[in-house]
Nanobody, 120 residues
Framework: QLQASGGGLVQAEDSLRLSCVAS????????MGWFRQAPGKERVFVAA????????YYADSVKGRFTISRDNAKNTVYLQMNSLKPEDTAVYYC???????????????WGQGTQVTVSS
């Protein structure tokens, strides 16, 4: 099970940190990722991190503003979001995959979403 939290309503240029806690699995063995789905749009990839944290990938739209990290001792993956823009408004989902390629494209498991709303 993946439990995401940390969403909310913020203003443009504010920051938020999302968290996703995993249970029931050997968390440190899996790559993790974040996706988002804006109203009326498809769910899209945001960021991913390898099982050990040594490799990360980002969508071009968030590079330089978002940072993905993980704490395997806490079974938690984070998404630090800085300089938020109204176009970042979406439901954010965490996901798990057997490796970083899989989690970026076709995750093996999805968590529930957390709403992020950025006002201008």
């Amino acid at each position: 099970q993946l439990q995401a939290s940390g969403g909310g309503l913020v203003q443009a240029e504010d920051s938020l940190r999302l968290s996703c806690v995993a249970s029931g699995r050997t968390f440190s063995s899996y790559a993790m990722g974040w996706f988002r789905q804006a109203p009326g749009k498809e769910r899209v990839f945001v960021a991913a991190i390898s099982w050990g944290g040594g490799s990360t990938y980002y969508a071009d739209s968030v590079k330089g503003r978002f940072t993905i990290s993980r704490d395997n001792a806490k079974n938690t993956v984070y998404l630090q979001m800085n300089s938020l823009k109204p176009e970042d408004t979406a439901v954010y989902y965490c996901a798990l995959g057997v490796n970083i390629v899989v989690v970026r494209r076709t995750p093996n498991y999805w968590g529930q979403g957390t709403q992020v709303t950025v006002s201008s």
